[in-house]
């Protein structure tokens, strides 16, 4: 096998590790464990621990049979479905590289992955597929060589889908002598503040992340976990469905958060385990289904992805006394999860993101490059056996991501004395405001302190006077109305003046990508 120095391409050959440190492993010992467990649930379609490693099987011997080079990638462009999931444990089998491709990508967003990666197999849904066909008619990202459905019906060569439940497709083990030192997978960064990069994560980094998972989240195989989130992003496949697979639980995924769907099958299903973006927390809690809906099955609750505002953690634990919510906080290079608040610790600190996981140490640097004091802000920084071996084909970006062996992560925080971590905000969205820093976070907390107010986002603006205005982009509840001055005399009220914005925007909704995130670079190009 080879791997990738960090940074660049394929490149020298490392010593073989311990095979049982792969993720194939994982799938292996949990079918081992519990072979007729059902271990997967999608649509009416049920896989238990035992067909699940078979299907993977037969999908990893018609990836090898292609005769692709170990570590060659594979692109994976669709919705999530359990063919989604059968591809990603199939080319961790078969030593390729897996690159999940945000779904709602399409012209230069997604030829600049596919260029980028250098894939050579891309596998869409029936929804994409005319893309990437697309792509290729325009003679870009050259280096595909074949172009698969994930599911039926799209197109006439079979299906991942097909290949899974095909009986004469063969379910031997591939013999490729994949160890954990191994690239696993191209985790491209979300780009909202510049162009995304894959992080390069090896088996054994995403081994780790699952063993910090299952100790933080305090999982369990009898959890009865569902997944809504798109697989394409770390938190949802990293996070959550190989921890849980890895336990032996059953998993119900489901192809979109679609509320509705969510608290019906958390009733007729008995879902214990719900990881939601904030973005869904916020219309669910609202939802009207929820006044007849049993929820009683649900005792764990994680969000992340995004900043939760305070005020709306408030209402949601008030509504939703019985279950216990966890914060999960972290960036992809790490495979993502850095740290956890735990249900008991949110009374304390509503606003923080907990202390660092198992496999995670973090340090706080000041400005000056000193670590900071307790209640200092300062960027955060991660040594641990989960960060990314570096950027794919970006050795000064790789370069410039460490420092002494130290992840920089970007995020500005504070620390206190007993090691909780809160986030201040992302080091590049900090405001200069007539030369005084300010944080958007704090300003954005304020203002959702006003019942009006479904959703906020602060940001800086260019200006002669100020160097930066502190602007807030609103979105307004159904039939509430609100004042840009009303807006504004709330944050004069509770925080310092030069924190409040100098201008209000309305809008009827806030871009954000199809993990939550918030785009701010986009909310700032709208207004420049």
Known sequence: MKDSTPGGGQATTIAATDPSDTIAALLRRSASRNPNTTALEFQDRRWTYR???????????????????????????????????????????????????????????????????????????????????QVRADGRAGAIEQVWSLLPGASETASILDTALDPEAGEDPVDVGVGGGDLAQLLYTSGTTSAPKGAMMTHSALVAQYVSSIIALDFTAEDRPLIAMPLYHSAAMHVFLLPYLSLGATVRLL??????????????????????????????????????????????????????????????????????????????????????LRPDEHEARPASCGRPVFFVEARVVNAEGMIAKDGEPGEVQYRSPQVMSGYWNKPEETAAAFTDGWFRSGDQVTR????????????????????????PREVEDCIYE????????????????????????????????????????????RIANHKVPKRVDFVSELPRNQSGKLLKRQLRAERS
């Open 255 to 340: 192809a979109k958060p679609d509320i509705a769907e969510i608290l019906e099958r958390v009733e007729a299903e008995h879902i214990g385990s719900l990881f939601l973006a904030p973005t869904v927390w916020v219309p669910l809690g609202n939802h009207p289904d929820l006044d007849t809906r049993d929820l009683s099955s649900l005792t764990k609750a994680q969000y992340g992805a995004s900043i939760m505002p305070v005020t709306v953690l408030h209402r949601l634990r008030s509504r939703y006394p019985g279950i216990g919510f966890y914060n999960c906080f972290g960036q992809s290079e790490l495979g993502p999860l850095c740290s956890v």
């Open 416 to 439: 206190d004395h007993q090691g909780y971590i809160q986030v201040v905000d992302r080091i590049k969205d900090v405001i200069n405001t007539g030369g005084v820093l300010v944080a």
């Open 51 to 133: 067909e699940l490693d078979a299907a993977v099987h037969r999908v990893a011997g018609r990836l090898r049979r292609v005769d692709l080079p170990a570590g060659s990638r594979v692109a994976a462009y669709g919705a999530n479905s359990d063919a989604y999931a059968i591809l990603f444990l199939a080319c961790a089998a078969a030593g390729l590289v897996h690159v999940p491709v945000n779904f709602a990508l399409k012209g230069d967003e997604l030829t600049y992955l596919l260029e980028d990666s250098g894939a050579v197999v891309v596998v869409a849904d029936g929804e994409r597929l005319p893309l990437v066909n």
């Open 450 to 493: 006003l019942d009006e107010v479904a959703e906020v986002a602060v940001i800086g603006l260019e200006d002669e006077r100020w160097i930066e205005a502190i602007t807030a982009v609103v979105v307004l509840k159904d039939g509430a109305v609100l004042t840009a001055e009303s807006v504004r005399r709330h944050v004069k009220g």
